[in-house]
């Protein structure tokens, strides 16, 4: 019901939105192609739920990976096909860029729905078999409870949403009546379209961790065994950071040639795309560190460290945007420094609410090297072949695999996975026996 409520309002809404409160009338068409994904995101959420209580992360993470694969490619073919079809109608891409999600988020609530469709029958078994005599409990008594633990983490999802809008508020109106109504409009929709929907693809792969760490600290909370939530939170940022400094990284130096290989005929926004990079980091560890911090039972400090950032952000966004020779980059710093503040705040709760037991070689120092060492050799690789005539796109291509290659062999040469994390990860075992093979780690 908050779903379909969610997008009829949306949908009958999207005049009065775009007309009043963001102040530009072109998003109406925009707002209308992505009401219907409310109603969808809302059903994926209770049944990724489900899997998530039963412990199947697995489910989740698939269908968040549907989810983003889908948006990322739909959103690059429908864009450019508006593109060349309209002659680089900037309304009817957003649009389409937003059906694009609509679609994606279709598609993954198909893929979870068929999956727990699948799924019922073995596990309403299961659950007969396992099922002890217990007290009744009535609805009332379960929404209080459902109620006191979703309305925190809602809360969440809903200040991350405002901060979202703080952009599409303060850009608009600030900008257009220094550069015009339609640049400030253009800028306003490279930032909400393309740059938003690239630094977020790392996050959809992130979610995982931070989505598996909530039942399994829970549970070891019950237990008082430290021991366990110590070696899962260890994991979930180490492979946290291992997915967020080479994102970081990539996008910051191939900002502008991504955004000319994914989109040629509008490939403006490298500098916003390069800042906006830098979100990328201090939004998956405050991801990672929310999920812990929900399983340790402090679900509203995540809401409140966004909070904190978001104000900061507005603020930000105020100050920054208005000056000349920064403009629309004030609203990426911005959003930079609002996902610092929130995870410097989320790591510091962690901290005094666990002891936390982390090298800070294995952990940061090691990271960060590989990085680094990868980011240089990629990026030497696509300079070599774009000064040998090839093209830019073909070069870009090389470098981006070149890092990939090169940033795999690193981590794998520096072992900065010990044995017990590889144990940890699918089908951990064969890995480190392979890896024992090519002699990278020895016979214990």
Same mark, same amino acid.
């Given at each position: ?90 309304? *009817? ?5 937003? !059906?694009?999600? %609509? +679609?994606?988020? /279709? &598609?993954?609530?198909?893929? @979870?729905?068929? #999956? ?121 940022? *180490? ?5 967020? !400094?080479?994102? %970081? +990284?990539?996008? /910051? &130096?191939?900002?502008?040639? @991504?955004?000319? #290989? ?183």
């Amino acid at each position: 019901m908050i779903g379909f409520c969610g997008t009829l309002m949306l949908y009958l809404g999207a005049g009065v939105i775009a007309n009043s409160w963001l102040q530009i009338p072109e998003a109406e068409y925009t707002l209308m192609t992505l009401s219907p994904a409310i109603f969808f995101v809302s059903i994926s959420s209770v049944i990724r739920g489900y899997f998530n209580g039963r412990q199947k992360m697995s489910a989740t993470a698939k269908s968040q990976t549907v989810e983003q694969v889908f948006k990322t490619i739909l959103t690059i073919l429908i864009v450019e096909i508006v593109a060349i079809c309209t002659s680089v109608n900037t309304e *009817l891409m957003a649009a389409g860029a937003n !059906l694009a999600t %609509t +679609f994606a988020t /279709f &598609l993954s609530f198909s893929y @979870i729905f068929a #999956l727990y469709k699948m799924n019922r029958k073995e596990e309403y078994k299961n659950l007969s078999e396992r099922a002890k005599p217990t007290t009744k409990e009535s609805a009332k008594s379960i929404i209080k409870k459902i109620l006191a633990v979703s309305i925190p983490i809602s809360l969440s999802s809903l200040i991350s949403a405002v901060n979202k809008n703080i952009d599409s508020v303060t850009v608009v109106r600030i900008l257009k009546p220094l550069i015009g109504e339609a640049t400030a409009k253009a800028k306003y929709g490279i930032l909400s379209s393309k740059v938003d929907i690239l630094t977020s693809m790392p996050l959809a792969f992130n979610i995982a961790f931070a989505t598996a760490l909530v039942p399994t600290i829970s549970g070891a909370r019950v237990k008082n065994d430290t021991d366990t939530i110590n070696k899962r939170l260890r994991l979930s940022l *180490l492979i946290t950071i291992l997915i967020g !400094l080479p994102c %970081t +990284f990539g996008m /910051f &130096l191939y900002a502008r040639q @991504i955004l000319e #290989l994914l989109f040629p005929n509008a490939s403006s926004g490298g500098t916003l795309l390069a800042i906006s990079a830098f979100t990328i980091i201090f939004t998956s560890l405050a991801q990672t560190i929310n999920g812990a911090l929900q399983g340790l039972g402090k679900i509203k400090v995540p809401a409140i460290a966004l909070g904190c950032g978001v104000i900061v952000k507005f603020i930000a966004n105020l100050l920054l945007i208005p000056m000349e020779g920064i403009y629309e980059n004030g609203a990426a710093i911005g959003s930079v420094l609002c996902h610092i503040v929130s995870f410097s705040i989320v790591y510091q709760v962690l901290k005094r609410t666990i002891q936390l037991d982390f090298s800070v070689s294995q952990l940061i120092v090691k990271p960060l090297i590989v990085t680094i060492l990868m980011s240089a050799i990629s990026y030497g690789v696509y300079r070599t072949v774009f000064l040998l005539g090839i093209g830019s796109m073909i070069a870009t291509v090389i470098g981006i695999l070149v890092a990939v290659m090169v940033y795999f062999i690193f981590v794998i040469v520096f072992k900065i996975l010990s044995k017990e994390d590889i144990y940890m990860l699918p089908n951990g075992e064969k890995i480190y026996r392979f890896l024992q093979k090519i002699k990278i780690y020895k016979e214990p």
